[in-house]
């Protein structure tokens, strides 16, 4: 299993941006497809992005699209987040998650991180 590590949440004004990053650790890392769910308070976690192990293929969900850009550098074991013209609704904690395959839900996943808070504040 490879072992994931978020950073770069905070808190933020609506319409500002954050770029999170998750860094993992093991050599088969560039062979795993790697993503983001968020869980925002009383809510269930849901999917939020994920990019394929070569990154030529992304997910987005709908509420993101064209706010959000997920990228991958294999060379550092990392993947990121960018995210923008942030809303009020991104509040939560953000949890990177890896899967042998392209993923949209969580029982595709082998490994998850500990999680990064993101407010945005109205």
């Known amino acids: 299993q490879v072992q994931l590590v978020e950073s770069g949440g905070g808190l933020v004004q609506a319409g500002g941006s954050l770029r999170l990053s998750c860094a993992a650790s093991g050599r088969t890392f560039s062979s795993y497809a790697m993503g983001w769910f968020r869980q925002a308070p009383g809510k269930e976690r849901e999917f939020v992005a994920a990019i394929a192990w070569s990154g030529s293929s992304t997910y987005n969900t709908d509420a993101v699209k064209g706010r959000f850009t997920i990228s991958r550098d294999n060379a550092k074991n990392t993947i990121y987040l960018q995210m923008n013209s942030l809303k009020p609704e991104d509040t939560a904690v953000y949890y990177c998650?890896?899967?042998?395959?392209?993923?949209?839900?969580?029982?595709?996943?082998?490994?998850w991180g500990q999680g990064t808070q993101v407010t945005v504040s109205s």
């Open positions: 998650a890896a899967s042998p395959h392209l993923f949209r839900v969580e029982a595709e996943i082998w490994s």
